[in-house]
């Protein structure tokens, strides 16, 4: 390994295959690696030479692959003797060759693959557009979403489904598999065959399609997972016809959710042809023995596949997977069994991962806007890298995501490029300009150019300190920054960005990250490694001495991996047991023939078997590893009760999948050899480093509190057991590893070892700094801020039960002040962002002296800041030295609370007491002691005195989430008080002030700036609910930036449930200025501080205490956004409706028997209004105060008795304009049985306006077809807000709005 290594390869091994190649291709760099036999020496007895070449993935004016050019050089070196770039590269001395590749996730980002088409069932064809018609970021006005994959679709007149339903709660009264249409799927599950296609039809529309020049189609049908044989059948058709690429989801992909099944049999016919070429081409640069050496690809699962088995939707996360697995061999050792987690930072983007004894993976995950069905390790990625773009932005810091790449790269890359962070460590002296390769300039010879980096650093400090200035009258309030401590600073951002995507990975998951190690790789993570274990108090950090090519060597120490996969929805019982097992064994058997016929022994050959397991009437299923001792259910039972803290005693145990993943072992590795060294390694320390042969230099190196002189160290001539103090540098030929202070460097054979000493461990307060605001400071507390709100979210998702929370993850949490004032609120939905507030204060008022240390609140009432009664809000107050210095909250939906109708969102309420359970504030936690008599009496007893009411229908349910609220809130002020202890109470205090104002002046300035459009500083605008009653609005904006939002000439109170409390106008009002910002902006109270807000009295925005609100949650919120939008000249109306449809049927009594009853919600896309700033609306999404998703197509009709004919965008909905406003749905479902239905919608009487002279969007329309068995059926329309009991066959048909166009 170390350069001046220049032993050849063997003589008597030339000739004979013995160089074993691994090749890394990444975004930036290659990396390559070649292991050759050698002469032992005493230094190395191992026999065995390690090369390592680095080159520039692009770099077509020198050569045109990389990866032949990294095997070409790698030759050489074996061999001694030049290979020539213009012959073929020989393959006589080539062992194996083992490759990672970005080709297809280049592809899929770029858009460039393989044009294909898909085929889908009828009434199917936009599912992919709509997916799960949630939109990417809440705040994105313009809706940006990725495009799909497919040029063109073809719509397959078939169709079939599930016989029964899993909410039947009753037993099963008779079996249906003797009827001639009904046929038994993989999974076990009957399938009721509708319709047939007819063929000769089907081959005319595939033909068509060939026409066209499309040689690439992907097959998805509904219910493919189990019932294969019509894609089996059009894949035979298309293969007929000339298709070079099918791809069939059931064999791709076999498990139930039609929309991410489809999405990656799209992925795999889109990318894996561009593999295949990539794969000849590079081929064609070897001469003929290419065929003859083994050469195998990196799949994202962390396993080999040979070429011929490689394929693009296997390849997406394929660099990265290698990293996973060198680290985990190289730096685990199962007799510690101390976890990793794995920080590979490279030039655009860094990856985290987690390894504890077992990969871990993921079976669903979302790539640059395609959802990918496929086993892949759970790799976290967030856009920060050594090229990520600084920027100063509302007064904050901000790293990344932008990326200033290969080309033109950082500003020290002497091409012109921004500032990034590689800059900030040269600007810094981490990275040194005389030990960087000289590969910059014209020439490709001159070093990093540190005065590039400086002139634009000195730039953007002097803008951020006159900017800090002028928010502060008082001179003293800030002190100007220098420019290393503003690159200093930009480091810190960085590092606690990277931070939070770890604490996702282990906290989220029941793992304490102050357990495990960090193993650090990647070229720039080596600079980063020693702050980012402090933050996340981390004590040691293993960097291996190849961690800048840990991703290509962890390739040669891979296995090769066949997965066998198989539906089944089985119910796991003692009878069910066996026959599961038997088809587990089975699938065994068929990926280990796999493996021998690839050349594999049986010695060699590993088989681990899984069960995919998920509680009855959940969506969130376990992969369960086989256990040795016990049965897969106690395993679930135990994972389930780590990573989500809680297990159902009484709740069926549905197993989706089985799976078996087969490996082949071609050479043994002893895994964490590096433990067993340490415990024997003779100790060293250099006292003195500069007398030591690895000694380079002494220099200066900015630390916090200035510069400190640091030795220069080269790897290479560092040996196992020398212990270096830092602060210390210590380079390798392609990578740079910064020892800070107060951490020790031990050396051994293969890694640099990184051990904390105590005194930077966060049990007392380690920042000592101001309470002046300071930009740096503000960023880093703003990240540490948001943190804490999105880690409550995931306690709260994690330990909940409910569908509404656990899955469509109707929720918010957040923090306040010990005002009230909301300092940070995750991204969850928008309707919460700006009323939690006004529930926090009004329990501060309410409760005034009486609220003691462990008291926690419930409240939902909409005179107490709530929205609705399903929205449930629990506040805990913080304590210290008995004075509540902070307020932690979370809001959830909640499935049921009682009231006239199950689900507790009655379409027709017209008092407050028929929507549910209401309370104006009461103490669900009474100093510590949970008060369950009181909160039963609050949910069952009091909506039960109502005539046609009744207390909540699944109490159970509620109580468990309402206690996986209160542990979010204990989770919140846990990480308070742990921020606390690092910083001081009076700095967290101050700087939530300080955020706040950083809000507040990044709307001034967008207030001001529209007063300069218009002058006068008045804007007005109106609309009209469906009802005729009118929202109407006028802002008078200031010269200093602040506003009035004067609602004076809206409509009275509504007899009906449109009407919405003050909380939801503010919460729209803080949302719309939010996204008007348009650039980064922490969200939290200081949004609405230049904001003035007047409601008229008894109006619909401001009714009475009994007055009924269920829709102004959820309809008239949308309106409000509309109005806000349009007054600012900003964008048309979208949709303008959540569109909520209720369905479901009451518990009932047969045979003296009684039987739970049960009910579905959802909520469906429409329209989204186009704008100024956009070319045209989006189609079917969710818009503005909503941003839940929807249930699976396949899930749906695997639940409940009904039928989705169709959900497709409902074309020429949306207005018409210079930019055109976006369509619409069509919703079509049957229902199988006799149940309620209820709709609760908006904009079925007045268009969605368009802006500037763009037209109308369509409205919506809610039909009911009624179906009779001796007439034809009857179309009725349902209006905007109905109740209906549908009989079998009836259909409900829900059109949803379109956007308003802008333009003429």
Same mark, same amino acid.
């Given at each position: ?58 770099? /077509? ?6 990866? !032949? ?11 001694? !003797? ?147 044989? =019509? ?28 929309? #991410? ?42 396993? &080999? ?73 759970? %790799? ?37 490029? #921004? ?18 390769? =000289? ?156 493996? %021998? ?30 256990? *040795? ?19 159902? !005693?009484?709740?069926?145990? %549905? ?25 024997? &390694? ?71 070892? &990184? ?113 609705? +009664? ?26 049921? %609370? ?8 009655? /379409? ?62 204990? !989770? ?100 719309? +200025? ?7 902006? #922490? ?98 999404? =969710?818009?503005?105060? *909503? ?16 039928? &989705? ?42 268009? /969605? ?38 009989? /079998? ?16």
């Amino acid at each position: 390994m170390e350069t001046t290594d220049n032993r050849l390869l063997l003589e008597e091994c030339g000739g004979k295959h013995r160089v074993r190649i691994s090749v890394d291709r990444g975004g930036t760099f290659t990396d390559c690696v070649g292991i050759f036999p050698v002469e032992p020496t005493a230094k190395d007895p191992s026999g065995e030479r390690v090369v390592v070449v680095k080159l520039l993935s692009e770099d /077509p004016t020198h050569y045109s692959d990389a990866p !032949r050019e990294g095997i070409q050089r790698i030759l050489e070196i074996a061999t001694g !003797r030049p290979h020539p770039r213009d012959a073929l590269l020989a393959t006589e001395n080539i062992e194996s060759i083992r490759m990672g590749t970005t080709v297809a996730t280049n592809a899929l980002l770029e858009r460039k693959g393989e044009p294909c088409a898909l085929v889908v069932t009828l009434g199917f064809r936009d599912l992919l557009k709509i997916g799960n018609q949630a939109r990417p970021k809440i705040f994105d006005l313009s809706i940006s979403k990725p495009d799909v994959l497919y040029q063109h679709v073809v719509q397959i007149d078939e169709r079939v489904t599930l016989v029964g339903y899993a909410m039947d709660p009753r037993p099963a009264a008779q079996n249906q598999s003797d009827e001639t249409n009904v046929v038994v799927g993989r999974s076990g599950e009957h399938v009721r065959i509708l319709k047939t296609p007819e063929w000769a039809t089907v081959r005319k529309q595939l033909q068509q399609v060939f026409d066209t020049g499309i040689r690439s189609v992907a097959v998805c049908l509904m219910h493919a997972y189990t019932f294969t044989a =019509h894609e089996e059948e059009i894949g035979r058709i298309a293969s007929e016809i000339g298709f070079t690429h099918v791809t069939l989801s059931s064999h791709l992909s076999p498990r139930i959710k039609i929309v #991410p099944r489809a999405h990656s049999a799209t992925a795999d016919a889109y990318l894996t042809p561009g593999i295949r070429r990539y794969v000849d081409g590079f081929a064609s640069g070897f001469d003929a023995g290419f065929g003859d050496i083994r050469i195998d690809f990196m799949q994202s699962d962390g396993g &080999l596949a040979p070429v011929e088995h490689f394929s693009g939707l296997r390849a997406i996360l394929s660099g990265p997977a290698a990293g996973v697995v060198g680290y985990a061999v190289t730096s685990y050792s199962e007799s510690e069994k101390i976890s990793l987690v794995g920080f590979d930072m490279g030039g655009t983007s860094t990856d985290v991962s987690r390894f504890g004894g077992e990969f871990e993976h993921v079976f669903e995950t979302t790539t640059a806007g395609v959802t990918i069905q496929a086993p892949q390790l759970d %790799i976290n990625t967030v856009a920060a890298g050594g090229g990520s773009r600084l920027f100063f932005r509302n007064g904050l810091m901000v790293v990344g995501p932008e990326s200033a790449g290969a080309f033109p790269g950082p500003a020290c890359y002497r091409n012109g490029g #921004p500032l990034c962070i590689t800059d900030a460590n040269l600007l810094l002296g981490r990275l040194r300009v005389e030990h960087f390769p =000289h590969i910059f300039g014209p020439s490709e010879d001159q070093p990093l150019d540190m005065n590039a980096t400086r002139a634009l650093f000195e730039q953007l400090v002097a803008d951020i300190n006159a900017e800090m200035r002028a928010r502060h009258t008082a001179e003293s309030a800030y002190q100007n920054k220098s420019v290393e401590e503003i690159a200093l600073g930009f480091l810190q951002v960085a590092n606690e960005t990277m931070c939070r995507p770890i604490r996702t990975l282990t906290e989220a998951r029941g793992h304490n990250v102050q357990n495990h190690s960090l193993a650090c790789f990647g070229g720039a993570g080596g600079q980063h490694a020693c702050a980012v274990a402090v933050n996340l108090g981390i004590r040691r950090v293993f960097v291996h001495r190849l961690a800048s090519v840990l991703s290509a060597y962890g390739l040669g120490l891979s296995e090769v991996v066949h997965e066998e996969q198989s539906p089944a929805a089985a119910i796991w019982s003692n009878e069910a047991q066996q026959p599961l097992l038997a088809r587990l064994e089975k699938l065994s058997r068929v990926g280990c023939r796999k493996l %021998i016929s690839q050349g594999f022994l049986d010695s060699q050959i590993r088989v681990q078997r899984f069960l995919n397991m998920r509680y009855d009437g959940t969506d969130t299923s376990i992969m369960v590893p086989e256990a *040795t001792i016990g049965d897969y259910q106690l395993r679930f039972e135990s994972m389930h009760q780590r990573e989500f803290g809680f297990v159902l !005693r009484n709740r069926r145990i %549905i197993v989706d999948d089985l799976r078996a993943r087969v490996t082949g072992t071609l050479s043994k590795v002893k895994a964490g050899q590096v433990y067993d060294e340490l415990k024997s &390694l003779q100790r060293r320390e250099l006292c003195e480093p500069n007398t030591h042969p690895a000694f380079v230099d002494t220099v200066s190196v900015y630390f916090q509190g200035g510069y400190r002189p640091t030795a220069v160290l080269k790897l290479g001539l560092l040996n196992p057991g020398d212990v270096v103090r830092g602060p210390a540098i210590v380079l390798d030929c392609n990578s740079t590893v910064l020892v800070e202070p107060n951490w020790v460097a031990t050396v051994t054979s293969t890694q640099l070892v &990184l051990d904390n000493t105590p005194v930077t461990t966060l049990d007392v307060s380690t920042h000592h700094i101001s309470t002046e605001i300071d930009p740096i400071h503000l960023s880093v507390l703003a990240n540490r801020f948001m943190s804490i709100a999105e880690q409550m979210g995931r306690t709260l998702e994690k330990t909940s039960v409910s569908t509404n929370i656990k899955e469509r993850l109707d929720f918010s949490c957040a923090l306040f002040d010990q005002h009230g004032n909301l300092v940070a609120n995750a991204p969850h939905i928008p309707v919460h962002l700006g009323s939690m507030s006004h529930a926090v204060k009004f329990q501060l008022d309410r409760f005034s002296e009486d609220l003691q240390e462990g008291d926690v609140i419930l409240v939902n009432h909409p005179q107490a800041g709530g929205t609705h +009664l399903p929205d449930i809000t629990i506040i805990s107050p913080v304590f210290h030295d008995s004075r509540i210095i902070f307020f932690v909250a979370s809001r959830g939906h909640h499935a049921d %609370i009682g009231g006239i109708s199950p689900g507790s969102m009655p /379409p027709n309420s017209r008092e407050l007491f028929q929507e549910g359970a209401s309370s104006m504030g009461m103490k669900i936690v009474d100093r510590g002691e949970f008060q369950e008599e009181a909160v039963r009496h609050m949910l069952l007893e009091e909506p039960a005195q109502y005539p046609e009411c009744s207390g909540t229908r699944n109490y159970r349910d509620v109580l468990s989430d309402l206690k996986a609220q209160i542990a979010a809130n204990h !989770r919140g002020i846990a990480l308070l008080s742990q921020l606390c202890a690092e910083y001081g109470l009076e700095v967290v205090q101050e700087y939530m002030a300080h955020i706040q104002h950083t809000a507040e002046a990044a709307v001034r300035l967008l207030l001001k700036e529209t007063r300069v459009k218009h002058p006068t500083g008045q804007l007005s605008g109106h609309d009209f609910m469906d009802d005729g009653s009118k929202i109407s609005l006028h802002v008078d904006i200031s010269e200093d930036g602040s506003a009035l939002f004067d609602f004076t000439g809206t409509s009275p109170e509504i007899y009906g449930n449109t009407n919405a409390p003050p909380s939801v106008t503010h919460s729209a009002i803080i949302y719309c +200025l939010r996204c008007m910002v348009q650039s980064d902006l #922490p969200l939290n109270q200081g949004c609405l501080a230049p904001v003035r807000v007047v409601i008229p009295e008894n109006s619909f925005l401001s009714p009475s205490s009994t007055a009924a609100v269920v829709g102004g949650n959820v309809l008239t919120s949308q309106r409000l956004c509309d109005v806000i939008l349009a007054t600012f000249g900003v964008a048309a109306a979208s949709q303008g409706c959540m569109n909520n449809l209720t369905f479901g049927i009451p518990a009932i009594e047969e045979g003296g028997v009684r039987y739970e009853g049960w009910g579905y919600y959802e909520t469906i896309a429409g329209g989204h209004g186009a704008g100024r700033d956009w070319q045209k609306g989006q189609d079917g999404v =969710h818009t503005n105060m *909503t941003n839940t998703k929807i249930t699976d197509p396949e899930i749906l009709e695997r639940r409940y008795p009904v039928i &989705l004919h169709r959900f497709m965008l409902r074309e020429g909905s949306g207005g018409t304009g210079m930019h055109p406003g976006g369509n619409g749905c069509i919703r079509d479902i049957e229902f199988l049985e006799a149940m309620s239905v209820s709709l609760l919608t908006e904009r079925r009487v007045f268009q /969605p306006p368009g802006l500037d002279g763009g037209g109308n969007g369509a409205c919506g329309l809610n039909l009911w077809e009624r179906h009779f068995e001796h007439k034809d059926k009857q179309v009725l329309n349902l209006g905007g807000k109905n109740s209906v009991f549908v009989q /079998p066959g009836d259909h409900i048909v829900i059109m949803t709005p379109g956007g308003g166009g802008y333009g003429k």
